[in-house]
């Protein structure tokens, strides 16, 4: 008996060290696994035009690089932004819902953001660390982050160098608006310049730990001040650029708010519009410039063999108009100018597309895309959709993707001219004897729009019923209303009814029902939040109870 408790012991132990000998390397395998996560870097540049590319087919060659990157990853050229103003789309960008459940509908509702948790709480969960280097302006504070280092439009946060000082001082005497002669500091002292070399000052440092790293680079320009130092000033000279789509003769087609933004724009800069095809020479300038500046920081990481395994995203906020409609900057409405967005995939796991994926996209999706890659439940209250499956090159469902929303608008009643209120006194946006207009004000943002693209179509809607409907491969600046046109009665039927449905989906779920202490409510979503597959599930329940039905007869 006391021998075969002795055999029996030494059994156990045997079967012990073999099951450690099993769990080490399985436990190891497992922390292999984790370092295997990749390295993201989200680069947002700020009012860029997607359409300002020779991929997109335009005649100038403002993004060499980056239209190759696009090529050798998935890029979209049916990506929209979430709003076409910074906050909110930055906002629904890193929260994945919409600015309707975000609550921030306008550049003045910053602190206002409604969510549960936000992309950079998902990448902390998984161990990434994390650095904002750029333009924040959002809810977002150094404390969310391992490093933090501000840029913005008007400089360096906190200058520590007297060049970095006097660039600011230039910068402020651009009064916000432009600069007609090359800018009189070099490159290295530009924001995208500045910006790229903290990057990768910061990657440096970050590597040689064995976390992955997630690298939000926000560069804040082209947005204006529309500036260009050389040789990037005399790149694309104003008698060498294409014309517009279309110009100062289409502007009151476009409506009362593009009219209206005209209006304060010349109260804060006088007749700007001589300026436009220096303006527009300085923002393509300044596309190359940035397009220089990524490529610096994708060879930095891939001479210290990071590359392979990073995960780079490119994408803007919104856009501007450029000269478009014989406007700068950015305001009224929701023209294409303004609402489409550049967005590239590139990476590990992602397929390789010359051409354009034809999917509709938002930046809302941005954030569930990285969940889905990274395995992370969607958190409570996310609305976009992960992209993963169509940048793997997988199945996914096509009606999903076949349209997608933008919305606009702080909500009440239009304010349509400036005698129920006044630019200068109530508003602010302009101040007389001074240089200066914000074209994000009272009259470009009250009330409500919605806009839905699908294929070649494109559906606006307000809150008081006014819609218009364009086919953008016949009218690309969407100039002729077809709206009441009796001959697009279905097409119209058809967008109006999926932009009831994003409506519907947009809607904020949160808060969730609250369970008692005998009852709770069920919340059934999708793993990537697709909606489109379970359109019929109702009716072939009830098809099968008929079906059983009859055979019970």
Not at 306 to 326: K, L, P, S
């Amino acid at each position: 008996m006391k021998t075969s408790f002795k055999y029996g012991i030494l059994i156990n132990q045997f079967l012990y060290i073999i099951l450690h000998l099993c769990t080490v390397p399985m436990q190891a395998q497992n922390i292999s696994k984790e370092k295997k996560l990749p390295n993201i870097v989200l680069v947002i540049v700020d009012q860029f035009r997607a359409d300002a590319s020779k991929r997109e087919g335009f005649a100038l060659n403002t993004t060499p690089f980056l239209d190759n990157l696009a090529e050798n990853g998935t890029w979209f050229n049916r990506a929209y932004c979430a709003m076409p103003a910074c906050v909110p789309s930055r906002t629904s960008m890193i929260t994945g819902r919409f600015p309707s459940a975000t609550r921030v509908n306008s550049n003045m509702n910053l602190p206002d953001a409604f969510f549960t948790q936000d992309l950079f709480d998902v990448v902390k969960s998984k161990g990434y660390k994390t650095a904002l280097i750029g333009k924040n302006h959002t809810y977002l504070k150094p404390k969310d982050f391992d490093f933090w280092k501000d840029y913005s439009h008007m400089g360096t946060g906190k200058p520590q160098t007297q060049e970095e000082k006097d660039f600011n001082t230039f910068l402020h005497s651009t009064h916000f608006y432009m600069n007609e002669e090359a800018t009189p500091f070099p490159v290295s002292d530009q924001m995208p310049a500045k910006i790229v070399k903290s990057a990768e000052g910061w990657v440096d440092e970050v590597s040689k730990g064995e976390s992955p790293f997630f690298l939000f680079v926000s560069i804040p320009e082209p947005h204006n001040p529309y500036q260009a130092p050389e040789p990037y000033y005399s790149m694309f000279p104003p008698e060498s650029l294409p014309p517009v789509q279309a110009g100062a003769e289409s502007l009151a087609k476009k409506g009362n708010a593009y009219v209206v933004e005209t209006e304060i724009l010349k109260k804060g800069y006088g007749d700007f519009e001589k300026e436009i095809p220096r303006i527009r020479s300085n923002y393509y300038g300044m596309m190359r410039l940035i397009d220089d500046q990524i490529k610096e920081l994708v060879n930095h990481l891939k001479a210290n063999g990071e590359f392979d395994n990073t995960v780079f995203i490119f994408v803007a906020d919104h856009g501007d108009y450029v000269g478009e409609y014989g406007m700068i900057k950015k305001g009224a409405g929701v023209p294409e100018c303004l609402t489409r967005i550049p967005m590239i995939w590139h990476g590990p796991g992602i397929v390789k597309n010359k051409k354009p994926h034809d999917a509709h996209v938002s930046n809302v999706d941005i954030m569930p895309t990285i969940c889905d890659m990274l395995g992370v439940d969607f958190p409570d209250g996310v609305q976009g959709r992960s992209l993963w499956p169509l940048l793997q090159g997988k199945d996914y469902p096509k009606e999903e993707f076949s349209n997608i929303m933008v919305q606009q608008g702080y909500g009440g009643l239009r304010y349509v001219n400036f005698d129920e209120y006044s630019p200068y006194t109530d508003d602010g946006t302009v101040t007389k004897g001074k240089i200066e207009a914000d074209e994000l004000n009272t009259w470009t943002q009250s009330g409500r729009l919605r806009m839905l693209r699908k294929g070649d179509w494109k559906l606006v809607y307000d809150m008081q019923g006014k819609g218009e409907l364009y086919n953008l491969i016949e009218d690309p600046s969407a100039i002729h209303n077809l709206y009441d046109d009796d001959k697009y009665t279905l097409k119209k039927v058809e967008l109006l009814g999926d932009l009831l449905s994003w409506e519907l989906r947009s809607e904020d779920p949160l808060p969730l029902p609250h369970p008692t202490k005998n009852r709770k409510y069920g919340f059934k979503k999708d793993r990537h939040n697709y909606w489109s597959p379970y359109k019929n599930e109702g009716a072939n329940h009830l098809k099968e109870i008929g079906n059983k039905l009859k055979r019970q007869r």
